[in-house]
């Protein structure tokens, strides 16, 4: 394992974190913020694929669970985004990434993070989110993370692509 590697991701989830919760709080549409943290998983899973994903989609899931003003029950959003690392991580497998492979990706796994997120919430019997509102926030989530897409994943997939470039995709 590669510690500088390690430490670029952490940092990566950290100022995704701070970001989010602080910068893009104030402009959230319904409700719903960009989601940063599942960006930098996307490009994880992108660049180095499934497994380490899924780890940093661990971590960075826990994190934002407990990350005040949190409002959910703790591990939504770390199993939401365990799915997204493996879902980002099988498409490195499958394609070599393009613009159009990458926002493709982002919009998959944003659907699939936030479903899963809206979801876990519906069967926990969450109040903050009724059954009719599931799509809106979903369709904003997409909506949000597809438009932050060119100005992320790009930083991020170009810094773990130079500390390991031996590993990274093309």
């Not at 991701?9 to 319904?30: C, G, K, N, R």
Request: a positive charge; proline letters at 6%; aromatic letters at 6%.
């Amino acid at each position: 394992m590669n510690p500088g590697r390690t430490v670029a991701a952490v940092l990566a989830v950290v100022a995704a974190l701070v970001l989010q919760l602080t910068v893009f709080s104030h402009v959230s549409w319904a409700g719903v913020v960009p989601n940063l943290v599942l960006l930098v998983v996307v490009a994880t899973g992108l660049v180095r694929g499934a497994q380490p994903a899924m780890v940093l989609g661990f971590v960075a899931g826990v994190l934002l669970d407990l990350a005040p003003p949190a409002d959910h029950v703790a591990g939504r959003w770390a199993l939401a985004l365990v799915v997204v690392g493996y879902v980002a991580g099988r498409v490195r497998q499958d394609v070599r990434p393009t613009a159009g492979s990458v926002v493709a990706t982002v919009a998959a796994s944003s659907f699939v993070g936030t479903s899963v997120f809206a979801l876990t919430g519906i069967v926990l019997q969450d109040p903050a989110l009724g059954v009719g509102e599931v799509l809106q926030v979903v369709a904003i989530g997409v909506f949000w993370d597809v438009l932050l897409t060119p100005f992320v994943l790009p930083l991020v997939m170009g810094t773990f692509r130079r500390l390991e470039p031996a590993r990274a995709t093309a």
